[in-house]
C-alpha cells in the first residue's frame, strides 16, 4: 500500500480559485502534513485519553491511489466483472474524505483496495501509496470499522471496550491506563449511559443498532490509528447521532493536535454531516465523478447544469442526479424544461470531471506527492502473549457464563444425565460382568462429553469473526 497526500482543495478556475497560487501552497503543505505531523502544543501526562510519543509519530499517514481499477471474477464461468475504473485520488492527514455514491457504485471496494482487503476472486491494478511509499499497513497503524457489527452479545458495552483495549493496547500501558483509554473513549462516542448496558443481539434485546455502531468503532479507534476507515459509520442512526458521531470522528485528531486520515464511505449524510466533510469522492458504476473539496461539489454539479434545488440537502441532490438504478421512473431536470436521462446525466458529469482542471490537479498533486516518500509506518505493539490470553479467557469465561444456552442450560443437562445415569448403574457389583458395564458407563459419558462441547462452537465462531475482521485490518 501507498500513500499520498494532497491538498485539500484542487484549483478551479470556474470556481475562482486562483490555481497558481492554489498550488504554491498546496505543494507547501505536502512537505509539512506528509512528514510526521510535529504536535501544536505538548499536554501534560500522556494518560488513556491523549497521546503518547510513539503514536504522535506515526500520526501524518497520506494516502495515494492512482489509475486504480479493480475487476472481480464472477459466477462458473469466472466472468470478469469492473468494479473500480481507473480511480486516482488522495486523503490527507487531518481531514475527513468521504466517499458517496448511489448503492452498489463501489464505495466499500475502494475501501477495501485502498485497506488492502480485496477478496480473493478480485485483481487489481494502479499505485496506491502510504506517505510516498508501497508499503502494508502494519498493525495498529490503521483500523477499518465494517459496515457489519461483530461484536460478543453477551457482554455490556463497558466491558466489550474494555477487554478490546486489554488486547489491543501494548503492555507498555498500565491496566489504570489502557481503562482510562477505553473509558475516554465510550464517552467520545457518547456511549457512557450505555456502559452497563449488554449489546445483546438474537433473542436478548440490548443496545441499539445505532450504539452497536458506535461501539464498534470506539473498538476500532482505541489504539489512536493514523489511518481510519469507516464503512457507513452512520448506518443505523438517527440524524442527530449521525451528526455528533461524524463531528467526533472529524474532530478527533484536532481535540488531540494529531493528524489522523480519515476515510468514510456514507450512504446520506444531513447537509450538517456533509459539511464536516474535507473532500469528497463522488462514485458512480465504478467511475469517478467527482473528486475535490466538499464544498465546491455544489458548484461542480452547478456549471455542468445540474443546479442544486434551492433549500435542497446537497448530498441529496448529489446522489439524485446520479442515480439510474430507478431511471425508469426519474428523469433529470435539464435547465428547468428539458430532461435527460440518468445515464446520460452521468456521461456528462464523467467526461466534464476528466477535462477539469481539478482532475488536472489531483493528478498533479499525486505525483508530487509520490515523489515526497517519508519513513514507513512502524508496528505498533498490541499486549504481550500472555495478557492476550488472561484477556481472552476471562472474556470467555464471562461469555460463557452469561450465555444461557451454552452454560447453564449444559450445566442442567449434565445434572439431569448424571442422575439417570446414576440410576441406571448403580449397584453394579464385582462380577466379570460388572467390568463390562463400568466400561460401557464410561464409554458413554466421555462419548456425550464430547458431543456436548459441539455446543461452543457458535461461542467460537463468534470470536473466530471479530478475530478475522481485526486481523484483516
Ligand atoms: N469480491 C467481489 N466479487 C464480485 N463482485 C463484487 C465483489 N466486491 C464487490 N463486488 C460488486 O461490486 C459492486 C460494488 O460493490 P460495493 O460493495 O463496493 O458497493 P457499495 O457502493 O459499497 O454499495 P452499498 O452502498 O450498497 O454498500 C457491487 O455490484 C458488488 O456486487
Known amino acids: 500500500m501507498a500513500s499520498l497526500l494532497s491538498s485539500n482543495s484542487p484549483a478551479l478556475s470556474h470556481y475562482e480559485i486562483n490555481p497558481s497560487s492554489r498550488f504554491e501552497a498546496t505543494t507547501l503543505e505536502i512537505e509539512e502534513t506528509c512528514s510526521a505531523p510535529k504536535p501544536k502544543g505538548t499536554k501534560g501526562g500522556e494518560t488513556s485519553g491523549s497521546w503518547n510519543n510513539n503514536e504522535r509519530e506515526e500520526m501524518g499517514m497520506c494516502l495515494t491511489w492512482k489509475d486504480v481499477w479493480v475487476t472481480a471474477s464472477v459466477g462458473k464461468n469466472e466472468m470478469s466483472k469492473s468494479i473500480l475504473e481507473g480511480l486516482t485520488g488522495y486523503a490527507k492527514p487531518g481531514q475527513l474524505l468521504a466517499i458517496m455514491g448511489p448503492s452498489g457504485c463501489g464505495k466499500s471496494a475502494l475501501l477495501d483496495t485502498l485497506a488492502g482487503r480485496l477478496g480473493s476472486n478480485t485483481r487489481q491494478t494502479g499505485e496506491i501509496l502510504i506517505n510516498g511509499r508501497k508499503q502494508a499497513l502494519a498493525y495498529g497503524t490503521s483500523a477499518y470499522v465494517t459496515q457489519d457489527d461483530t461484536l460478543l452479545t453477551t457482554l455490556t458495552v463497558g466491558e466489550a471496550v474494555h477487554y478490546s483495549a486489554q488486547l489491543q493496547l501494548p503492555d507498555t500501558m498500565s491496566k489504570e491506563e489502557k481503562k482510562e483509554r477505553a473509558d475516554f473513549t465510550i464517552r467520545e462516542m457518547g456511549l457512557q449511559d450505555a456502559i452497563n448496558t449488554r449489546i445483546g443481539g438474537w433473542g436478548v434485546k440490548g443496545i441499539s443498532g445505532g450504539q452497536k455502531r458506535r461501539v464498534s468503532i470506539c473498538i476500532e479507534i482505541l489504539t489512536r490509528p493514523g489511518l481510519l476507515f469507516l464503512d457507513e459509520p452512520t448506518s443505523g442512526l438517527d440524524s442527530a447521532a449521525s451528526y455528533y458521531v461524524m463531528k467526533r470522528i472529524a474532530t478527533l485528531d484536532k481535540k488531540d493536535d494529531v493528524h489522523r486520515t480519515v476515510i468514510a464511505s456514507i450512504h446520506q449524510p444531513s447537509s450538517e454531516v456533509f459539511q464536516l466533510f474535507d473532500n469528497l469522492c463522488l462514485l458512480s458504476s465504478g467511475r469517478t465523478v467527482y473528486f475535490g473539496p466538499a464544498s465546491a461539489a455544489k458548484e461542480f454539479f452547478a456549471s455542468n447544469d445540474f443546479p442544486c434545488p434551492p433549500l435542497m440537502n446537497p448530498s441529496d441532490h448529489l446522489l439524485k442526479t446520479i442515480n439510474k438504478d430507478f431511471d425508469q421512473d426519474t428523469e433529470l431536470n435539464l435547465q428547468g424544461t428539458e430532461t435527460i436521462p440518468t445515464e446520460e446525466a452521468i456521461r456528462i458529469l464523467v467526461n466534464s470531471y476528466k477535462s477539469s482542471e481539478m482532475n488536472q ?54 445434572i439431569a444425565l448424571a442422575i439417570s445415569l446414576a440410576t441406571i448403574f448403580c449397584d453394579l457389583g464385582s462380577s466379570y460382568r460388572s467390568i463390562q458395564e463400568r466400561g460401557s458407563f464410561l464409554m458413554f459419558v466421555s462419548s456425550f462429553m464430547t458431543f456436548m462441547t459441539i455446543g461452543g462452537f457458535p461461542s467460537f465462531v463468534e470470536d473466530m469473526k471479530s478475530r478475522c475482521l481485526n486481523e484483516k485490518d
Open 361 to 414: 490537479e489531483v493528478q498533479k498533486q499525486v505525483a508530487i506527492l509520490t515523489e515526497k516518500s517519508t519513513s514507513s509506518t512502524n508496528k505498533r505493539r498490541h499486549a504481550g502473549f500472555l495478557n492476550q490470553c488472561f484477556a481472552l479467557t476471562k472474556r470467555s469465561c464471562v461469555n460463557m457464563y452469561r450465555d444461557l444456552g451454552y452454560y447453564w442450560f449444559r450445566l442442567a443437562i449434565y
